[in-house]
């Protein structure tokens, strides 16, 4: 079965400073990984999406992930934090005939002034 | 481009009382839908996805059920709410087996 894990419920960062947000998945064979932004009371927005090549992936708001197979990791990433990115993260991960898509129970993050 | 609309945005239901949820994708043909709940600290839940019309799957047993009368239109619903039926529920999209697009979600709350 598949399964997500974000070991940090709620990260707080300096505006300005560099941020990461840890993911680590199970899945039995080529996963697909996503990370979503979910700011209070609203849906689920795609940040940015790995299936295939490049293991460094870019989205938008600046953000990054880096997919590591030997790790079973997809961690997000940005250099510098913006007061707005102040919100929720999810991790996902699905793939191949599997149309579901199984999410991480999110990381709550919090930009400090 | 293509929009996904839920509505209501907000509900406060009694208990006992019946529900319905809708969830209408534009700007596409086919696609796969997807109801999700949300509760504070548990992340989502998958409560049902549909692959076409009249074909639901259900992922939790529980007091809802599902329905897709059309290509592009997603219900969810119950006959009798629970206090545990509160809660955030997301309907989502997707073109196959790969990105899912979200709805903004509606809140229900059950008194």
């Known amino acids: 079965a598949q399964s997500v894990t974000q070991p940090d419920i709620h990260i707080t960062v300096s505006e300005g400073a560099s941020l990461e947000l840890r993911c680590n998945y199970s899945?039995?064979?080529?996963?697909?990984l996503f990370w979503y932004v979910q700011s209070p009371g609203q849906g689920l927005q795609l940040l940015l999406k790995?299936?295939?090549?490049?293991?460094l992936v870019q989205g938008i708001k600046g953000f990054e992930a880096e997919f590591k197979r030997s790790q079973s990791s997809f961690n997000l990433r940005k250099p510098s934090v913006h007061w707005s990115d102040a919100a929720e993260y999810f991790c996902?991960?699905?793939?191949?005939?599997?149309?579901?898509?199984?999410f991480g129970k999110g990381t709550l993050l919090t930009v400090n002034p | 481009s293509q929009t996904i609309h839920q509505w209501p945005a907000t509900l406060v239901q009694p208990v006992g009382s019946p529900l319905s949820l809708e969830c209408t994708v534009e700007g596409t043909s086919n696609p796969n839908l997807y109801w999700y709940r949300q509760a504070a600290g548990r992340g989502l839940q998958l409560l049902f996805y549909s692959v076409g019309i009249g074909q639901i799957s259900s992922e939790v047993p529980q007091n809802l059920s599902a329905s897709r009368p059309q290509d592009r239109q997603f219900i969810l619903s119950s006959k009798k709410l629970l206090l545990s039926d509160s809660g955030f529920y997301l309907c989502a999209w997707s073109g196959g087996k790969e990105t899912q697009y979200f709805g903004p979600g509606t809140r229900l709350l059950v008194l």
């Open positions: 996902a991960v699905g793939g191949g005939s599997n149309y579901k898509l199984t």
């Open positions: 899945y039995g064979a080529t996963p697909y």
């Open positions: 790995y299936f295939s090549g490049d293991t």
